[in-house]
């Protein structure tokens, strides 16, 4: 029986370290981000070229939709939640690349993700707020649902995990059995749906993400 | 037996997937319904309106996508065949 979608495909070993597929095509994407920040702005000016005002175009268009979210400043969020969107449209789109497959499709990645964001929520939290009046949150609007919250911080990074994992994988995998049994031209049309998914999964982690972070450090100047 | 097992583990995941993706099915529509009414009564409300709506979808969408992790499980993962 072929190995299933949750078992990692090993390519190499390094030392005693068994490196997977979507280890090595995350390396890759990472190396491919930084160069190209790194030509993009390696002579920053003013009025910059194509490039650098593409990068710029980007950058405020996430500015502009967290602001929208949370409600205040982006700039403390953005470095987080900008990188996080960028690297998950590399990463769900790495798939019309041929021979690559998406790192999100394997549990490993969404999992890593999901749990920068759940520490990321406290640290935020924390620090606009305090620590006590931050731990006071729980409490609210009453401390009865103190287990309940304690099991929704939980539950909403399982899900967050979850949901990327899911449809990354189960597009993979609906790829595989189209082509196993209609051959050439079929697949296509669902490739181009990959396409959407993959955009709209990397913007939903981000929002929810966005969302949580919001949550955290509670809504507005005005608190 | 354990063929027993396997073949149930078969009909348990298909009826994971199929039962499970109704009820999220149903919800999905209505808040597209929803959002779609909102739009048009008042089309300037789109960015926001549009927003909440992405994010409620996937909040939906999360019971479908358990089904679909409860059936992976018995497919692939089932701790009780060997």
Redesign the interface.
Known sequence: MAA????PEILFHLGPVPISRPVVTTWGIMAVLVVGAWLGLRRARVHGGTFQTVLEIVVEALATQIR??IQREPWPYLPLLGTLFIFLVFANLSAIVPGMKPPTGHIETPAVLAVIVFLSVHYFGVRARGLLAYLRRYTRPNPLLLPLNLLSEITRTF?LM??LF??M??HELVIAIVAYMAGLLLPIPFMALGILIGL?QA??FT??AT?FIAAGIGGGESE | MESNLQVWSIIGAAVAVSFGAIGPALAEGRAIAAAMDGIARQPESVGPLSRTLFVGLAMIETMAIYCLVIALLLLYANPFIG
């Open positions: 299933g979608p949750l078992a929208d979210v899900s979850v949901r899911g449809n994988m189960s709209i913007y939903i929002v929810l969302v």
